[in-house]
């Protein structure tokens, strides 16, 4: 159905005094294609989904994509838009079609992935999602990708090496060291975790949240002095919020109770 909304655009800029269909036998590719006509759609595609006008925008892409089909990022953009208004199904469609196309670019893999995901096919979005990582090694959002799929999936620790590939790419992002932290709490490991979360702490002092999760990390593995400085450190930044006064209230009475008693 969505061949034949194609090709019926084509036919809306066609002259409307046909030829001699056998004057034109063998160049009918030839006489659909106008790549200037299809930049110009394109552009009005990308203008409307700057403006948030998903639908108007694939409509300009849909028209683009007649007049010029071998033009990949036009596929790829039909995609977002179908994505974008949870078409998802139909996004990964135009995603096929452009990997026909280039079966070896990452940015389809990733797209593909992504809607895979969105269709919570966790599993399935693995496939592209890591062919996306071999092709380009350096897009740190295909391995947030594969840490998002993999955690859904109960793979914590796995989904943990993918984010720490993604910090790898980017040591100096604290969302990234912040969604490590996460995952690696999610796999047991409470020590790298409160690593991570320092160096959070580091990135982005007005972090509360950082200083939250480090502190109760700290107190589970019965660091009270620890998890008791961190809320401190929450508090400096939150000082009116009544959770944090009541957790650091906790906290100290426990200490208390386990200072030994003078004799």
Do not use: H
Request: net charge neutral.
């Amino acid at each position: 159905m969505l061949l034949v909304s194609l090709w019926s655009l084509a036919a809306t800029y066609e002259p409307p005094l046909q030829p001699d269909p056998s004057v034109l036998k063998g160049a009918e590719s030839v006489r659909q294609r106008d790549p200037a006509r299809a930049v110009l759609f394109q552009g009005r595609g990308i203008k409307l989904v700057s403006d948030g006008k998903y639908e108007a925008g694939l409509e300009q892409f849909r028209r683009a994509a007649a007049f010029d089909p071998g033009n990949i990022s036009t596929f790829i953009n039909m995609a977002y838009c179908l994505d974008r208004l949870g078409r998802y199904e139909q996004a990964i469609v135009e995603l096929q079609r452009a990997e026909q196309l280039d079966p070896n670019n990452s940015m389809i893999l990733l797209n593909w992935g992504n809607s895979l995901i969105n269709l919570k096919k966790y599993n399935d979005a693995l496939d592209p999602l890591q062919r996306a990582s071999e092709l380009d090694p350096s897009n740190q959002l295909i391995y947030v990708n594969l840490a998002a799929a993999l955690g859904k999936l109960g793979r914590q620790k796995e989904a943990a090496q993918k984010l720490a590939k993604a910090v790898e790419l980017d040591p100096q992002s604290a969302s990234l060291t912040f969604s490590l932290a996460v995952a690696l709490s999610a796999a047991g490991d409470e020590e790298q975790a409160i690593k991570k979360y320092e160096r959070v702490i580091e990135l982005e002092p007005k972090n509360a949240v950082a200083y939250f999760n480090c502190a109760a990390l700290y107190e589970k593995l019965g660091d009270l002095d620890a998890a008791i400085e961190k809320i401190q450190g929450a508090l400096a930044i939150q000082p009116g919020n009544p959770v944090l006064k009541e957790i650091l209230d906790r906290l100290l009475e426990v200490k208390r109770r386990q200072a030994p008693t003078v004799q």
